[in-house]
T-cell receptor, first 113, second 113 residues
Framework: SQQGEEDPQALSIQEGENATMNCSYKTSINNLQWYRQNSGRGLVHLILIRSNEREKHSGRLRVTLDTSKKSSSLLITASRAADTASYFCATLASGAGSYQLTFGKGTKLSVIP | GAGVSQTPSNKVTEKGKYVELRCDPISGHTALYWYRQSLGQGPEFLIYFQGTGAADDSGLPNDRFFAVRPEGSVSTLKIQRTERGDSAVYLC???????????FGPGTRLTVL
């Protein structure tokens, strides 16, 4: 079963604009990870944010986490055509013996040159 | 350094046949995971290895699916009596520990005719 829900399902923006994607989840987590996927093949890890963190940055990426609302957001600033891909959030549930990531269905981002 | 590799990249088989999918994780990573991704969906967890042992196989859909990691490095996912519903991209990932970011391979696209 899939825990996360990304919103929106699809997003189309002009190059240079910012893109914001949201993720909601249902259970308590140890950490939340964002991935990018091109053409339905391998996933590229973007950022991991732990449950005791509220915000992380990596280059043009900014991730926030609100555990009280069970939600996270991914902001891509100054988007480029090469950012066109599907973006997934994945949660690692808290609790002993749980190491599987649970993914949402993803947000399909199109950046128009 | 080398990332996670998977072979073959594509596999076409007939209903009822047996297939093996191979994963070579990043050197030194003790944790290894298999996921399955259907079109338009996020990856779904199948099995997690810590070292040589399957620590969590709760995602395997039925007893036709089996995976091994005999020496704690390379893993093989085995599917017996394949069915058309098994068609998907099978993704392998590895990480240092169960709490770290998971690095994914390019996947094997399995098509069952």
């Amino acid at each position: 079963s899939q825990q996360g829900e990304e919103d929106p399902q699809a997003l189309s923006i002009q190059e240079g604009e910012n893109a914001t994607m949201n993720c909601s989840y249902k259970t308590s987590i140890n950490n939340l990870q964002w991935y990018r996927q091109n053409s339905g093949r391998g996933l590229v890890h973007l950022i991991l944010i732990r449950s005791n963190e509220r915000e992380k940055h990596s280059g043009r990426l900014r991730v926030t986490l609100d555990t009280s609302k069970k939600s996270s957001s991914l902001l891509i600033t100054a988007s480029r055509a090469a950012d066109t891909a599907s973006y997934f959030c994945a949660t690692l549930a808290s609790g002993a013996g749980s190491y599987q990531l649970t993914f949402g269905k993803g947000t399909k981002l199109s950046v128009i040159p | 350094g080398a990332g996670v590799s998977q072979t073959p990249s594509n596999k076409v088989t007939e209903k009822g046949k047996y297939v093996e999918l191979r994963c070579d994780p990043i050197s030194g990573h003790t944790a290894l995971y298999w996921y399955r991704q259907s079109l338009g969906q996020g990856p779904e967890f199948l099995i997690y290895f810590q070292g040589t042992g399957a620590a969590d196989d709760s995602g395997l859909p039925n007893d036709r699916f089996f995976a091994v990691r005999p020496e704690g490095s390379v893993s093989t996912l085995k599917i017996q009596r394949t069915e058309r519903g098994d068609s998907a991209v099978y993704l392998c990932a590895s990480s240092w520990t169960g709490f770290d970011e998971q690095f994914f391979g390019p996947g094997t696209r399995l098509t069952v005719l």
